[in-house]
């Protein structure tokens, strides 16, 4: 494939609900521009851009996929996006360098969650988008009623430049409202010809609410058309497409991809009205304290941003980016100044879908990719070695998902080790945590598909299979009241034996104290250098857990008194010594169940509001306030107990309809109520 020049370039992203149709359209997309013979299908696990068995196991997309391909003169880089809310990870990282989103909405079931959660995503970062709306060859498919519903969550910015010709089985062209022409696709490809009768005067009313809508962003426009001079198609088209770049716009395609219809158009429209890498805001980088706006100058220093890292176990890492200036090269050294490593970029190439193609050049607004950069990751920047700069950093979604992860084999512990880094490495995602209190390994991420994906990722390229078990609540347990006990610890076996006798007061502290040792002897009845094994024999008695096996906190410990034997005795006595005087202390005195509670952070569509404060009340929360978020949605805090929202991601993506999100962290420790005393009481004794 050749080298394009910036403004010849056109990165586009498809987002949208699952099964709307994304993956069909690139699919259509790929077959127009000549790059395949054959419409691939999602259900027979033929198709360009879903390649990974998961996508083929589950027909659904799980990873982007980029899928480039010239038209017209222009290259488009294609990026499909998966539409299932467990990747959204996925999308972030496409939405880092697409110029242009196109929203494919399915005519049939309109404006759903993850459409609606994508374009606050977009309108975020300010990005340009588009719309098709799709399967208009569907039984019970519509258009106006589409276009009504996206006017309604997306505002007055939608504006249809075609209507469709037909619906259901008799779709079978669109009207273009700049050039008022049909393209009719009776024999496959699309004819040029006069707008149907039937329609002319629906279309001419619609195209003169687009010429207004258009005209009225240009105030010389709007003075020569109030005079009667009516814009030709390329100066609607030249105006529109700068309401586009900047994010006022929003123009409305129709179509179908599986036949198709109207998908022609569409890459059309993308060259013609899309924004071009140079179209857009430059890219900020920092350069030490300092921001820095980056133009997609290919004459510039070369700087290049990794958006996507794909771990293969026979290529090795492959790492996706998108050159913000200067031209690339193969044999380029570009230096990683996170990792302070240099990389020479053997191969340059772009990927479509798995298949790999070798490129000269890989000039600045372009896509590629290069493998075996070992020590860079997803997010890095690589830049001349004498310029430490890097990309404005972007938040990757918190996950909101937990599992304990484990192997079997004791062996294989290692290699679960090497498959998680790399795993990781692909997929910023997830997160793994070593819990402590637990003694759990935790793999978290953003919902039940996606933690399963990728032990099934895990189990087919690295050959390991990895065992899942509930996460453990980390609770805790306090004493109940103060009391005073002596720890003796007295053996003898032949030769030196070993004493110690410590006398200790207990005594519980406020919640979130800690613990507290006191020293309070007096006169040499403990030799000062055994007083630090006394509080090392408690903490570990502590750690070891109390009635219920939970860590003991918030105590303070004072060591008021003691016997010691001059040959006898040594740290590890009254190690022992401080270990008996603490199980004494709780067979007297036991101890109270400490709960951790939750702050949770729960974003969602006011209308969800009050039903999202009923659940949160049914799990013991307790509301803390509100507070109004991005467009029409809440923010609700709360404090809950920890092991209510376990499972949370499930059940708000339930209660939503996928539209809400959430972040918890922890709060503090709390006592349990009774019932919770019970039930792990009963747990135990099972």
């Not at 100044?337 to 190439?349: E, P, T, V, Y």
């Amino acid at each position: 494939m050749e080298s394009f020049a910036p403004n010849k370039i056109r990165n586009v992203v498809l987002l949208g609900h699952n099964a709307v149709g994304k993956t069909t359209l690139a699919e259509a997309l790929l077959f127009r521009a000549g790059l395949t013979t054959r419409l691939g299908r999602v259900e027979d696990g033929n198709t360009v851009t879903d390649f990974e068995p998961e996508e083929h196991k589950r027909t659904m997309s799980i990873s982007m996929a980029l899928a480039p391909f010239v038209w017209k003169g222009f290259k488009i880089n294609l990026i499909d996006a998966p539409g299932y809310a467990d990747f959204i990870g996925e999308v972030r990282a496409a939405l880092w360098v697409a110029d242009l989103a196109v929203f494919v909405v399915s005519a049939v079931d309109g404006v759903e969650p993850q459409t609606e959660v994508h374009w606050r995503m977009a309108e975020e970062l300010n990005l340009p988008r588009m719309l098709f709306i799709n399967k208009l060859d569907s039984d019970r498919a519509s258009f106006d009623r589409t276009l009504e519903e996206l006017r309604s969550k997306f505002g007055a910015g939608i504006a249809p430049i075609e209507l469709p010709i037909g619906s259901g089985a008799s779709f079978h062209g669109v009207a273009d409202l700049f050039t008022d022409k049909a393209y009719l696709y009776d024999s496959g490809s699309a004819s040029e010809g006069p707008i149907p009768t039937e329609m002319e005067e629906q279309e001419h009313e619609v195209h003169d609410a687009l010429v207004e809508g258009i005209v009225v962003a240009d105030d010389d426009l709007l003075a020569a058309y109030l005079d009667g001079d009516v814009p030709s198609p390329e100066v609607l088209e030249r105006t529109m497409a700068k309401g586009i770049a900047a994010a006022k716009v929003f123009p409305v395609t129709c179509g179908s991809a599986t036949v198709p219809i109207g998908v022609d158009r569409l890459a059309d429209f993308i060259c013609e009205i899309g924004p071009s890498p140079r179209d857009r805001e430059a890219a900020e980088i920092k350069a030490g304290d300092q921001a820095v706006a980056i133009e997609a100058d290919p004459q510039s220093d070369p700087l290049a941003f990794v958006f996507k890292t794909i771990a293969d176990p026979y290529v090795g890492r492959i790492s996706l980016f998108k050159v913000l200036s200067g031209t690339l090269t193969p044999d380029d050294h570009l230096y990683n100044h996170r990792a302070g490593s240099d990389g020479r970029l053997s191969g340059i190439m772009t990927m479509r879908g798995k298949e790999q193609e070798s490129l000269p050049s890989i000039p600045a607004g372009d896509i590629g990719a290069v493998a075996k950069l070992t020590t860079t990751m997803t997010g890095d920047t690589l830049a001349p070695k004498d310029k430490p700069v890097s990309v404005t950093k972007r938040p990757i979604p918190e996950p909101s998902l937990a599992t304990a992860i484990y192997v079997e084999n004791q062996s294989d512990e290692s290699k679960l080790g090497d498959a998680l880094s790399r795993i990781l490495d692909e997929d910023p995602a997830l997160v793994l945590e070593r819990s402590d209190e637990t003694k759990q390994t935790l793999l978290k991420g953003m919902g039940e598909v996606h933690l399963a994906v990728t032990l099934e990722k895990i189990a087919r390229k690295f050959n390991l299979e990895v065992k899942t078990d509930d996460v453990k609540v980390p609770y805790r347990e306090t004493l109940t009241r103060a009391v005073n006990v002596e720890g003796k610890h007295k053996k003898q076996s032949g030769g030196h034996g070993q004493f110690g006798v410590a006398m200790l007061e207990f005594e519980p502290l406020p919640g979130g104290t800690g613990y507290e040792f006191v020293d309070k002897i007096k006169g040499g009845s403990i030799p000062r250098q055994f007083i630090p094994a006394v509080d090392k024999g408690l903490q570990e008695a502590m750690s070891y857990g109390g009635k219920f096996g939970y860590p003991v906190v918030d105590m303070r410990v004072s060591v008021v008194d003691g016997k010691y034997h001059s040959v006898d005795s040594s740290e590890m006595s009254f190690q022992m010594a401080a270990r008996a005087g603490f199980r004494e202390a709780i067979a007297q005195v036991g101890t109270s169940l400490l709960e951790p509670i939750s702050r949770m952070y729960v974003t969602v569509p006011s209308a969800y509001q009050g039903d999202i404060m009923g659940d949160i009340n049914q799990r013991r929360g307790r509301i803390e306030g509100t507070q109004a978020a991005l467009g029409d949605a809440q923010t609700i805090t709360a404090l809950v107990p920890t092991s209510e929202i376990m499972r949370y991601a499930n059940d708000l993506r339930s209660l939503t309809g996928g539209r809400g999100t959430f972040v918890a962290e922890h709060a503090h420790y709390e006592p349990a109520p009774p019932q919770v005393v019970k039930h792990l009481t009963a747990s135990t004794e099972e």
